[in-house]
């Protein structure tokens, strides 16, 4: 039995007979894998027009929570997913854009906000693509 969510993506992909890696890969049709993995999340994105209609229409609070729910997490499971099958260590990935993220904080450590809700960046921030690459480039020397 699976302990974590990875270790059930991978299972998935096994039984489903989907690509996986343990280390990064960049397969020769990446291009074709990308125009399907971007169709199918646009499908799933397109569900929000439906939750928004809901939401309009006065719908339980329960059931927008539980279109709600079910899109987010159909998303992140397709993204894990790609993920593996790029062999990218998504967990480590997203511990760092979370640095990158904490580092957007003013100079007294508050959140700078724009006139959307959208956090600013403060003077010490730092964009997460170097040590991504870094992590990358270890992993696929390995």
């Not at 199918?40 to 928004?52: G, H, Q």
């Not at 899109?71 to 992140?76: A, C, E, S």
Request: net charge negative; charged share 30%.
């Amino acid at each position: 039995m699976p302990k974590n969510f990875a270790e059930r993506i991978a299972l998935m992909n096994a039984m489903y007979r989907l690509p996986a890696s343990s280390e990064p890969v960049v397969p020769d049709d990446a291009s074709e894998r990308l125009q399907k993995f971007k169709a199918i999340l646009t499908e799933e994105i397109n569900e929000i027009d439906e939750i928004v209609e809901l939401a309009k229409n006065r719908g339980s609070a329960v059931d927008i929570a539980v279109a709600l729910a079910d899109l987010l997490g159909d998303i992140t499971v397709y993204c894990r997913s790609e993920a593996l099958k790029y062999g990218l260590p998504l967990e480590e990935v997203l511990d760092i854009i979370m640095d990158s993220n904490e580092s957007k904080l003013d100079a007294d450590g508050k959140p700078i906000y724009d006139t959307n809700g959208k956090f600013l960046k403060g003077p010490n921030y730092w964009k997460p693509e170097d040590k991504i690459k870094n992590l990358l480039q270890v992993r696929m020397q390995k």
